[in-house]
Antibody
Framework: EVQLVETGGGLIQPGGSLRLSCAAS????????MSWVRQAPGKGLEWVSV???????SYADSVKGRFTISRDNSKNTLYLQMNSLRAEDTAVYYC????????????WGQGTLVTVSS | DIQMSQSPSSLSASVGDRVTITCRAS??????LAWFQQKPGKAPKSLIY???SLQSGVPSKFSGSGSGTDFTLTISSLQPEDFATYYC?????????FGGGTKVEIK
């Protein structure tokens, strides 16, 4: 059974850093495209980043240069390192399997809430 | 960036109704279109990929159609568990983009 479990969210001050984790089970992260998608309170879904099975990455303009997506193959875990956080980054962050022409999104994690506030 | 627009933004329907939601892309995306269902406080659930293919385990009352710029999601007979917000997403090119959502409410 495919499962994705996000952790690492919390309250952080503007300008701070946070690292989200997404532990996967039932499949191999490194063999799949993996995405991060966020949802601000009361708003719609916004794609954040993707990592290809080959390791290439892509980012939304709103986070480029501040966020870094990565994975640890030995832990079968996806990460999102978030630096220089802003109030507008406040959202529930979901990891998802897929996110490329070769592989649409099929499974989602339960999400982790990041609140950026002083 | 490819803009995705959904209509309507909300609708009220009764149990048993047939419901259709429309999604339009600002440029052609072939069939790289997915639909998701989200209930309050929950993660999205994947319903359809490649515009018309059902994800594993999704009931056949959901169907998708379209290609190029115009797409539809149809629920053949609305049930209480189908009241939710539905999003389309294009995955033809980055940045991946979502429609604004359609909230399906009980009449």
């Amino acid at each position: 059974e495919v499962q994705l479990v996000e952790t690492g969210g919390g309250l952080i001050q503007p300008g701070g850093s946070l690292r989200l984790s997404c532990a996967a089970s039932g499949f191999t992260v490194s063999s799949n495209y993996m995405s991060w998608v966020r949802q601000a309170p009361g708003k719609g879904l916004e794609w954040v980043s993707v990592i290809y099975s080959g390791g290439a990455t892509s980012y939304a303009d709103s986070v480029k240069g501040r966020f870094t997506i990565s994975r640890d193959n030995s832990k079968n875990t996806l990460y999102l390192q978030m630096n220089s956080l802003r109030a507008e980054d406040t959202a529930v962050y979901y990891c998802a399997r897929g996110g490329h022409r070769n592989q649409g999104v099929d499974y989602w994690g339960q999400g982790t809430l990041v609140t950026v506030s002083s | 960036d490819i803009q995705m627009s959904q209509s309507p933004s909300s609708l009220s329907a009764s149990v048993g109704d047939r419901v259709t939601i429309t999604c339009r892309a600002s440029q052609g995306i072939s069939n790289y279109l997915a639909w998701f269902q989200q209930k309050p406080g929950k993660a999205p659930k994947s319903l359809i990929y490649a515009a018309s293919s059902l994800q594993s385990g999704v009931p056949s009352k959901f169907s998708g159609s379209g290609s190029g710029t115009d797409f539809t999601l149809t629920i053949s007979s609305l049930q209480p568990e189908d009241f939710a917000t539905y999003y389309c997403q294009q995955y033809s090119s980055y940045p991946l983009t979502f429609g604004g959502g359609t909230k399906v409410e009980i009449k």
